[in-house]
């Protein structure tokens, strides 16, 4: 029985693998308190940062779990047209779309060819209602005209506007065990400019570009403004700088593809077959 975040029913004539996506301090994780975590035969994390912070907060022992990191399906080499700089969002609101309108903003002035679009809706996991404190900020986005909002859309069509982009910035203000969208838009080629917070870093494997956290959402929002003011005045002066920076070997993460995640996954199936913990 492999069971994704929300535990609800138990078999008890099968094996279980419960696959943690959550943060550890999430109402939904808090039964792994207190050997909670022995009803399971094994955890799945999506990074190692998550299981220390279970560690930490929950108490499971690190035995009674193994990292499985996300992976993503192959994206095929490609170009990108370069007379337009096209910058994405593509995440819940929540995880500092309100940084990034100011951002984008002030750059627009000085860089009247970039583009932001923005594919973001709490709609995705069918919460609309989530997206009320967000409408104003969905409004102004709508009638920048550097911006686009375009809403949650299928993966398919985020997936091929990533083809034609060359930037993610994502001044991200909410801990992530892991970021399936940072995966996607490294693998799609563009240029990725977050913080060090939470899982990001690792899940980056140094394929990116990255600042200090900043609790303040001022200090925060003028470090990636500095950082993403510098690639465009570079990228000015050397329109191959954006290729050259995201066709590099370290931008394979041979550790997300489907292959190895795969191959991961039958090895613990197979060790809880042989009863292996």
């Not at 994390?45 to 299981?51: L, M, R, Y």
């Not at 065990?177 to 490294?186: D, K, N, R, Y």
Request: aromatic share 12%; proline share 6%; net charge negative.
């Amino acid at each position: 029985q492999i069971i994704h975040s929300r535990v609800r029913e138990l078999d008890p004539n099968k094996k279980k693998i419960y696959v943690l996506h959550d943060l550890a301090g999430d109402p939904e994780v808090q039964h792994l308190r207190n050997e909670g975590w022995k009803k399971f035969d094994k955890l799945v994390f999506v990074s190692h940062w998550q299981q220390q912070m279970y560690n930490a907060y929950l108490n499971v022992p690190f035995d009674a779990g193994v990292v499985l990191q996300n992976a993503i399906e192959p994206i095929a080499p490609h170009e990108k047209p370069l007379d337009k700089i096209r910058l994405m969002y593509f995440s819940t609101p929540h995880r500092g779309l309100e940084l990034l309108y100011p951002i984008v903003d002030a750059l627009s002035k000085d860089y009247p060819n970039i583009h932001l679009d923005v594919y973001s809706s709490f709609a995705i996991y069918g919460w609309v209602e989530r997206d009320d404190p967000y409408v104003e900020l969905f409004t102004k986005i709508h009638a920048h005209p550097n911006m686009t909002y375009h809403g949650s859309v299928p993966n398919e069509r985020v997936l091929a506007a990533l083809d034609k982009a060359h930037i993610f910035l994502y001044p991200n203000i909410w801990k992530e065990t892991s970021c399936i969208a940072l995966i996607e838009a490294i693998k799609s080629g563009l240029l990725c400019i977050h913080p060090n917070y939470g899982g990001l870093t690792e899940t980056a494997a140094n394929a990116t570009i990255t600042y200090d956290w900043h609790e303040d959402p001022n200090v925060h929002a003028n470090r990636a403004f500095s950082v993403v003011k510098q690639v465009l005045d570079i990228q000015k002066q050397d329109p191959n700088f954006i290729p050259k920076f995201t066709t590099s070997d370290r931008f394979n993460l041979a550790r997300n593809s489907i292959n190895s995640f795969a191959n991961s996954w039958n090895r613990l199936l197979q060790d809880l077959n042989n009863d292996g913990k």
